[in-house]
């Protein structure tokens, strides 16, 4: 058991980073449109292009649009109108069997883990496989050696691999993150979204999952899109931070210029000490 | 403002007082069903004909049969092995509909649970089956029966049929109570639809589905036993039958009338086991 688990995986994410070019745009985001029921828009006229293995970081107040932008990336929400291009291909326009092998090519993380509780942590994990299989081979858990294999490293490099067996409903939040970080790596993305994934967590369970997720950006190449509501662990932590307010980006640029009446546009007046804290 | 000058018009005085209900016609519906019932009640007990009766008799001979029913049972037409087989039969028929019911009831609630398909399909089954639900399971056996003759093909179609209308809504509704973030998040890295009925709604909704099922089972026990006797589907409640019509042997109602209620305790008291079990495991 330990002999197959030292076993560098046969193809694991670190080889996706060789195939593309450090600083290559994998998601060019052009007049992105959305609103619901043709009330007042969520979001509108987004501009936005990711390079490969950055860590781009989106705050705003609640209600800016930050969840819907993440969800209309990989197509969870359709947008209304615009353009996203992710990985060379046209997002907007797929239909159902494209879509989903683009999907599997998007990693997913959710402030509440949305774990299935009730299974063990491997089995949650290997869930990220289904987006390469056909109905019977998912139906019937028919996952080769080398996918159970890439599975168990992703969880020894979380630290997670002492649970593989355990029920997910018997982890802490911030164990259950890491499944949740775990399962979205084993699609093997290029792209990974984060939303909200450490608004349940304790500041020491925070700390753990920003440090994987900005390891994850920076070891393997992936691309990391956070949803975030602390300023401050934004600032530390990311590349780049975009501020969203009402459903436009008011912000676009590294960390350190982010200034304070930048924060201000960004929130609103009434709070432009939030960084102060 | 507005508020308070359309209430000042809005208040009803009748005989210059302010009345606390406003008439309306399901209320007075109501009243008029309610205050006929308690009129029929108390009126219907002088219209009836007592004349025949000796209540002291009449009491007398009730416990002398509840007696020879529940102190004195004995077996006389049927053998012990006999009735053992007839409860196996029994058993079997409520076996048989609830196993069969289950497993369409399975599909049928995975098309009507209303975040896993869209409204318009499930709203049809869920019609369809509420349909079925009210047309109690006895009728529709003998509906069954112009097609299949009395017996016991008829008293599986009607109790499948009844079981199915019935675990599709509890099995759907099981699968409506799932955090639709799971859902979200199978959806999120491709799965197809199959995938997640399997690896989603299956694990965490086995539970409730089994404690269902099982509740099911004890109400088909019971059904068959009447089936039995209604609609000639054999096993205990035949027997039944015929100790109390045709031999008039209250001896042996008494005797088949215990071991239906010892199978239906052994019944309970799986299920609390099993129920227990489950409840056991989720924490």
């Not at chain 1, 980073?17 to 007042?40: A, C, H, M, P, W």
């Not at chain 1, 294999?149 to 409903?169: H, N, T, V």
């Not at chain 1, 990391?224 to 530390?236: S, T, Y």
């Not at chain 2, 649970?113 to 089954?125: R, W």
């Amino acid at each position: 058991m330990q002999q197959v688990l030292n076993k560098e995986p046969i193809n694991s994410s670190v080889e996706i980073s060789k195939k593309v070019q450090k600083g290559e745009v994998i998601l060019k985001v052009q007049d992105l449109y959305k609103s619901y029921n043709r009330g007042t828009p969520v979001l509108q006229d987004i501009q936005m292009e990711l390079k490969q293995g950055e860590f781009i970081s989106i705050i705003g107040p609640s209600g800016a649009g930050k969840s819907t932008f993440l969800r209309c990336i990989n197509r969870m929400i359709d947008p209304t109108s615009g353009s996203i291009v992710f990985d060379n291909t046209e997002m907007t326009s797929l239909k159902k069997a494209d879509l989903r092998k683009q999907r599997s090519k998007i990693g997913m993380v959710f402030q509440h883990y949305n774990l299935v509780s009730r299974l063990s942590v491997f089995e949650n994990v290997l869930h990220g496989r289904f987006g390469y299989k056909s109905t019977l081979q998912g139906v019937f858990s028919l996952f080769s050696e080398e996918e159970k294999e890439l599975a168990l490293s992703i969880l020894d490099k979380l630290g997670m691999k002492e649970f593989a067996y355990k029920r997910c409903d018997q982890l802490s939040g911030g164990q259950k993150q890491r499944v949740g970080i775990a399962r979205a790596l084993v699609q093997q993305p290029k792209l990974l979204l984060c939303d909200e994934p450490i608004a349940s967590l304790d500041p020491n369970a925070s700390k753990i999952i920003m440090d994987h997720l900005k390891d994850i950006s920076e070891t393997m190449g992936i691309t990391v899109l956070v949803n975030l509501h602390q300023v401050d662990v934004a600032l530390k932590y990311s590349d780049r931070v975009i501020g969203l307010n009402k459903g436009r980006i008011v912000y676009d640029g590294v960390p350190e210029k982010l200034s304070n009446s930048a924060i201000r546009d960004i929130y609103g007046s009434e709070i432009e000490d939030l960084i102060l804290e | 403002m507005q508020a308070t000058s359309s209430m000042q018009s809005n208040i009803k005085i009748r005989n210059g007082k302010i009345q606390i209900k406003t008439f309306n016609r399901s209320n007075f519906v109501l009243h008029f069903i309610l205050s006929f019932l308690v009129l029929f009640t108390i009126v219907a007990p002088f219209f009836l004909e007592y004349g025949a009766i000796d209540i002291q008799t009449a009491i007398f001979y009730t416990l002398d049969n509840l007696k020879m029913m529940f102190l004195q049972p004995a077996l006389s037409q049927v053998t012990l092995t006999a009735a053992l087989y007839q409860i196996l039969i029994t058993l079997a028929l409520a076996f048989l509909s609830t196993l069969i019911g289950a497993v369409i009831s399975f599909f049928l609630a995975i098309l009507s649970a209303k975040n896993l398909m869209p409204s318009y399909i499930s709203n049809v089954i869920i019609a369809f089956n509420s349909f079925i639900r009210a047309v109690p399971t006895v009728l529709w056996v003998l509906i069954f029966a112009i097609v299949a003759g009395l017996g016991s093909v008829a008293a599986i179609l009607g109790m499948t049929l009844h079981t199915i209308a019935y675990l599709t809504k509890a099995y759907a509704e099981s699968f409506e109570e799932i955090d639709n973030g799971m859902i979200e998040a199978l959806r999120a890295t491709g799965a197809k639809w199959w995938h997640i009925i399997i690896h989603v709604v299956l694990p965490q909704t086995s539970s409730y589905m089994v404690s269902w099922t099982f509740l099911r089972f004890e109400t088909n026990y019971g059904v068959a036993i009447a089936m039995g006797a209604a609609a000639a589907a054999g096993g205990i409640g035949f027997e039944l039958f015929m100790a109390s019509s045709f031999y008039y042997d209250l001896h042996e109602v008494g005797m088949i009338t215990y071991f239906a209620l010892i199978i239906a305790l052994i019944l309970e008291f799986i299920s609390i086991r099993i129920k227990n079990k489950l409840i056991g495991s989720k924490s």
